[in-house]
């Protein structure tokens, strides 16, 4: 329940010691409107960083607000996080989309969207924003349209007035340990709603679809696969809405410029979300006939001495890794491989058995499993050559010097980046920046 101010609202932290766990964006996020809106409080914020002690003094605290990254054990008092206070004193509506893949270009369609209907649109959230940087801003007819992580919704205590749930498949086994731990964590944006909000969800994945009996809300869904009740789904090369028993044609799928079949579950919720708040069909088929993604997914890097580059770096599961492969049928080197989640890769091993990679360049220790996964699943014939690289730097030249000219080279990882790289972001750029250094002959 939302109260009418952040003030009224903050008053269950008003003269209490607050200690903020984490110094990245939502940590910093979070002192800044702490500080603005309780300046008598006593307020510090640690971080790892600071050294091995950073939370020896947690005691001398009466909350704590814990960054997403932060696993809830190493928090031995009671706390809240950047989300929840967000979620609790925000004006206006708020829209928050998760999914093991997707978040990221379907929060982005959303607000496009909206901000092409002149709504007062924000966005935020894991895609790199914090929404407590402009919370101030918002009136009642604000939206905010968040990217909401599994790390943000497993300590979620206020759920979205539109909540969308896109595929779900396993991922952050790390942190969250099992899958059903995860999957638990992803519901939390559907567990906390009421009658009058909205959920939206996947309807080809079990995991997702199963999740409808989380809500009380009501529900519209969305498929590529097969036609839906209320909701938005793909039929004939085209985009279909459906509501109240009344179906419209949005836009032929010719038209999005959106790469590969998988991108038609996310402009399926992004259409879901943007008829709910009053989009017009025109707007938002000004805003798919325009957007060719994002950065570091499915991007199109350049062509050097007849080779093709993409940079796929926000692949960091072996499903995105099989979807970008289908979506580029001309590729033929590979690079994947990074820090090792124990994540299941006998997919990526199956689908290879195809022959489409002829050369597979691999960084550990995620490498070395994929790797095995492949060498059970290939014959000879269609095994790849395997190369195993330290360095972008490296996996570059190779690809450039392995890869037929009219071919492409692919950057999908299905792995996270730590270790090597600082995050995705980096691991696209030096992909990248070593592809320019290629010289030209």
Not at 235 to 255: C, F
């Amino acid at each position: 329940m939302k109260l009418a101010n952040a003030e009224s609202t903050l008053l269950g932290l008003k003269n209490k010691k607050i200690l903020i766990v984490g110094k990245g964006i939502e940590g910093n996020a979070v002192y800044e409107y702490l500080i603005k809106h309780l300046p008598e409080n006593k307020i510090d914020i640690v971080d790892q960083k600071d050294g091995v002690d950073y939370l020896s003094e947690q005691k001398e605290y009466d909350i704590a607000v814990k960054s997403p990254g932060v696993v809830p054990e190493l928090i031995t008092i009671p706390y809240t996080t950047a989300t929840n206070i967000f979620m609790s004193n925000a004006k206006g509506k708020v829209i928050g989309i998760t999914g093991t893949k997707g978040k990221s270009t379907t929060t982005t369609l959303i607000y496009e969207m909206m901000k092409a209907q002149d709504l007062d649109a924000y966005l935020g959230g894991n895609i790199g924003q914090s929404p407590l940087d402009f919370i101030d801003n918002l009136n009642d007819n604000s939206w905010t349209v968040l990217e909401m992580s599994s790390y943000q919704l497993n300590d979620l205590k206020v759920s979205p007035y539109i909540a969308v749930v896109l595929m779900i498949t396993n991922e952050h086994l790390n942190y969250h340990k099992t899958q059903e731990a995860y999957i638990d964590a992803k519901r939390n944006i559907l567990r906390f709603q009421n009658t009058q909000d909205t959920a939206i969800i996947n309807k080809d994945y079990p995991a997702s679809h199963e999740s409808d009996i989380y809500t009380i809300a009501k529900i519209f869904r969305t498929s590529r696969e097969r036609e839906v009740g209320n909701g938005c789904f793909v039929n004939k090369q085209a985009i279909w809405m459906n509501r109240d028993g009344k179906t419209e044609k949005i836009i032929n799928v010719e038209k999005i410029k959106l790469l590969g079949k998988h991108n038609l579950e996310n402009v399926c919720a992004s259409i879901c979300v943007a008829k709910l708040a009053g989009v017009s069909n025109q707007n938002i088929a000004k805003v798919l006939e325009k957007f060719r993604g994002l950065e570091h997914r499915l991007e199109f890097v350049g062509e050097k001495n007849g080779v093709i580059f993409y940079n796929d770096s926000l692949a960091t599961v072996p499903e995105a890794v099989i979807q970008a492969l289908k979506t580029l049928p001309d590729t033929e080197t590979l690079i994947a491989g990074g820090y090792d989640r124990g994540l299941d890769y006998s997919g990526i091993g199956e689908y290879l058995n195809k022959g489409q990679i002829k050369t597979l360049i691999l960084f550990a220790p995620s490498g070395k499993r994929i790797w095995e996964e492949i060498r059970k699943a290939t014959s000879e014939a269609n095994r790849p050559e395997k190369f195993d690289v330290i360095t972008m730097e490296q996996a570059v030249k190779i690809a450039a010097a392995e890869t037929k000219p009219g071919k492409i080279c692919l950057l999908s990882p299905a792995s996270a980046s730590f270790g090597t790289f600082k995050d995705y972001k980096d691991r696209g750029e030096q992909f990248k920046k070593a592809i320019n250094e290629i010289s030209n002959f």
